[in-house]
């Protein structure tokens, strides 16, 4: 069982930027397809980014693609999402994801069996 803590949410103005890690423990996380999620109050949860286990491809959702990025440091057993020019419509807890299997699908939070607790990012203009 991998266990996931997420970290790096806070409050930022409009433009800024920062980074999302995901500290993974139990199993080496390079098991691991890895994916962040993200949810407003009232809203779905919604896909944001997702990396393949060997780091070799990248899924992006289309509102964040050209200013987000999804990395991995298997060394570090850690996931990060940098995040930059945000928006208000950033705002909302972030979650990060972790599947064992080869399913693709990277979009789907159904594809994902492990999450982490989430970290609040807060837009604010």
């Known amino acids: 069982q991998v266990q996931l803590v997420e970290s790096g949410g806070g409050l930022v103005q409009v433009e800024g930027s920062l980074r999302l890690s995901c500290a993974a423990s139990g199993r080496a996380v390079s098991n691991y397809d890895m994916g962040w999620f993200r949810q407003a109050p009232g809203k779905e949860r919604e896909f944001v980014a997702a990396?393949?286990?060997?780091?070799?491809?990248?899924y992006y959702a289309a509102s964040v693609k050209g200013r987000f990025t999804i990395s991995r440091d298997n060394a570090k057993n850690t996931v990060y999402l940098q995040m930059n020019s945000l928006k208000p419509e950033d705002t909302a807890v972030y979650y990060c994801a972790a599947d064992r299997g080869y399913s693709g699908n990277y979009g789907y939070a159904w594809k994902y069996d492990h999450w982490g607790q989430g970290t609040q990012v807060t837009v604010s203009s």
């Open positions: 990396i393949s286990r060997g780091g070799g491809s990248t």
